[in-house]
């Protein structure tokens, strides 16, 4: 039997007419309104320059609105966000224990009280048998292991992930997606991902939001063109990504994408 997402009905964050100017620049998103479930799994899609990035960080609170207001469910920003980037920017000369380590190392844990949180979360991603490995040592899929480990050690309510699997090959990519859906599940994070793949967008998402940024890619602000609700039981897998439900929807965003460029 298919185990049901683990949204409620309640919004987490809402933006409310949300736009960013960078300094001496045109809008890089302008005019954004939506909400988020909590526990939802939410996917940003857009051509390059369409301000998917400007809008994650600006969640993250790495940015500030230029326009416009984010609201949270209780009033603030969760203290412990999670944010995966692209590249797994882990620290060379450290194991993958100590990269894991450090955002409890920055809270003043000391290492030896973390120590089991570090393993767990090192464990979850199945890298449990790897903790003393230097990230030169690791695969590319293993490096993006310890930064996602990194990212829940601290144990978020909501993770953050900018195109976290694009530079990876196919096979891997879609293993870890696999694995981020079992995490969300298990965890019951509220997730929001950042992806070029229409393909990995529909396999994923409970939701997609697909970003415009003007006609024809001429750069204007980034805006919410359209909001496609992919409602598909979880768990997901082979039988999914062959059905004919997956393709009409996979048609249907990337419909969406050459329509908001129109």
Known sequence: MSTPSPAV????LTLSSVG???SGTAPAVADVSLSIKQGSFVSLVGPSGCGKSTLL???AGLLEPTHGTLS???GERPHDLGFVFQDATLLPWASAFDNVYLPLKLKGQPRDAAADKVHDALARVGLGDVSDRL???LSGGMRMRVSIARALVTEPPVLLMDEPFAALDEFTREKL????LTLWRELGWTVIFVTHSVYESV?????ILVMSSGSNGSGGPG???EDIPIDAPYPRGLAFRQSSFYFDHCKAVSAALRDGDT
């Open 9 to 12: 009905d309640r919004n987490l």
């Open 20 to 22: 960013k100017t960078y």
């Open 57 to 59: 960080r600006l969640i």
């Open 72 to 74: 949270w469910d209780g």
């Open 135 to 137: 990230p030169r040592e």
């Open 177 to 180: 997606d696999d694995d981020l």
């Open 203 to 207: 396999y994923l998402s409970e939701r």
């Open 223 to 225: 805006r919410i063109a």
